[in-house]
């Protein structure tokens, strides 16, 4: 069973970065290793429905971004540390969300929440202008 746990959320002021991880607490077929899955992250914002924010595919290596965090947003994986980054910066208001570590096997559409069997419990990103 994979269980995602994800971390690093809090309060920043407009501009600033904050980074967000996300490991696996649970245990997969080979182990506690996420080495091989496709992970992502997605956010869901107040009275908004959870969107897509960046994906990392283990095979081929791709990565995808969402239009509005194209360059200030970076997801990479530590393979070493088992875990799941996304790098944020130059953070905008409307980047202010509860942010969710997602994995699956192998995703067939990244964008799309149905398509991702696991999901971390959020964490929770505030931006004050």
């Known amino acids: 069973q994979v269980q995602l746990v994800g971390s690093g959320g809090g309060l920043v002021q407009a501009g600033d970065s904050l980074m967000l991880s996300c490991t696996n607490s649970g245990q997969t077929l080979s182990g506690y290793d996420l080495t091989g899955f496709d992970m992502g992250w997605f956010r869901e914002a107040p009275g908004k429905e959870r969107e897509f924010v960046a994906s990392?595919?283990?095979?081929?290596?791709?990565?995808d971004y969402a239009d509005f965090v194209k360059g200030r947003f970076t997801i990479s994986f530590d393979n070493a540390k088992n875990t799941l980054y996304l790098q944020m910066n130059n953070l905008k208001p409307e980047d202010t969300a509860v942010y969710y570590c997602?994995?699956?096997?192998?995703?067939?559409?990244?964008?799309?929440?149905?398509?991702?069997?696991?999901w971390g419990q959020g964490a929770q990103v505030t931006v004050s202008p």
């Open positions: 990392i595919r283990s095979k081929p290596n791709t990565r």
């Open positions: 997602t994995a699956d096997p192998r995703v067939q559409s990244v964008k799309s929440v149905s398509g991702w069997q696991y």
